[in-house]
C-alpha cells in the first residue's frame, strides 16, 4: 500500500510561481511513475504531469513549458514547479502513482491517489 502527501498549495495571484510537492510511503519509489493531475469545480480530474522511474517526463499541452515535474528518489518525494501562473489552473491538485514504468495520462489507470491540495490563482 502507497501512501501519498501532497503539500505546497495556497493562493496566489496570476503570473506567480508555486511547488507541490508529494511524499510517498509505504512501497518502492522506484518501482511507480508518478503524476500530477488536477480537478476545478464542476469539472473531471485531468493529467496535467507526469514522471516515469528514469525520468522521462509528459505534460499536458495546457501546461507544457509553464509546469515542470521532478522526483527525488532519497526523499521519495515528486515535485510540480508551476511558474506562470493562470486563473484557469485554479484547482486541486492530485498525486497519483501508477505501478510499472509506462506514463498514463488516464485517471483509471492510476493505482494510488493522495488527498489533494487546493491551488488558487487570482488574476
Known amino acids: 500500500q502507497v501512501q501519498l502527501v501532497e503539500s505546497g498549495g495556497g493562493l496566489v495571484q496570476a503570473g506567480d510561481s508555486l511547488r507541490l510537492s508529494c511524499a510517498a510511503s509505504?512501497?518502492?519509489?522506484?518501482?511507480?511513475?508518478m503524476g500530477w493531475f488536477r480537478q476545478a469545480p464542476g469539472k473531471e480530474r485531468e493529467f496535467v504531469a507526469a514522471?516515469?522511474?528514469?525520468?522521462?517526463?509528459y505534460y499536458a499541452d495546457s501546461v507544457k513549458g509553464r509546469f515542470t515535474i521532478s522526483r527525488e528518489g532519497a526523499k521519495k518525494t515528486v515535485y510540480v514547479v508551476m511558474d506562470n501562473l493562470k486563473p484557469e489552473d485554479t484547482a486541486v491538485y492530485y498525486c497519483?502513482?501508477?505501478?510499472?514504468?509506462?506514463?498514463?495520462?488516464?485517471?483509471?489507470?492510476?493505482?494510488?491517489w493522495g488527498q489533494g491540495t487546493q491551488v488558487t490563482v487570482s488574476s
Open positions: 509505504g512501497g518502492t519509489f522506484s518501482s511507480y511513475t
Open positions: 497519483a502513482a501508477r505501478k510499472g514504468s509506462r506514463i498514463s495520462t488516464t485517471v483509471g489507470n492510476q493505482d494510488y
Open positions: 514522471i516515469s522511474w528514469s525520468g522521462g517526463t
